[in-house]
Nanobody
């Protein structure tokens, strides 16, 4: 059974950093694209960053470009999201999702509602506040 588990969220002051982890079990990441999404209170879920594991293509939403970095550790079957220079508006529940068919990282992040993800994690809460 495909399963994703997020971790690494927490309370951080503005300007701080967190490294979020998305650990996969039941499948290997090699042939999947993995995306990080977030949903703030009262707002719709949005794509933050996506990566195609096989070719290494990455995508970042404009709101996080230059501050967040997505990466993977194939040996640990885990995808990371390094979040730096955090702002209060980054406060949200962060989810990761996996999609096997090649749809392109921009589509996975920007049009994820048009596709059926193979798995979603339950999320990890990031709160940016002083």
């Amino acid at each position: 059974q495909l399963q994703l588990v997020e971790s690494g969220g927490g309370l951080v002051q503005p300007g701080g950093s967190l490294r979020l982890s998305c650990a996969a079990s039941g499948f290997t990441l090699d042939y999947y694209s993995i995306g990080w999404f977030r949903q703030a209170p009262g707002k719709e879920r949005e794509g933050v960053s996506c990566i195609n594991i096989r070719v290494g293509d990455t995508y970042y939403a404009d709101s996080v470009k230059g501050r967040f970095t997505i990466s993977r550790d194939n040996a640990k079957n885990t995808v990371y999201l390094q979040t730096n220079s955090l702002k209060p508006e980054d406060t949200a529940v962060y989810y990761c999702a996996a999609h096997r068919a090649f749809i392109g990282v921009q589509n996975m992040c920007g049009r994820f509602r048009d596709y059926r993800m193979d798995s979603w994690g339950k999320g990890t809460l990031v709160t940016v506040s002083s």
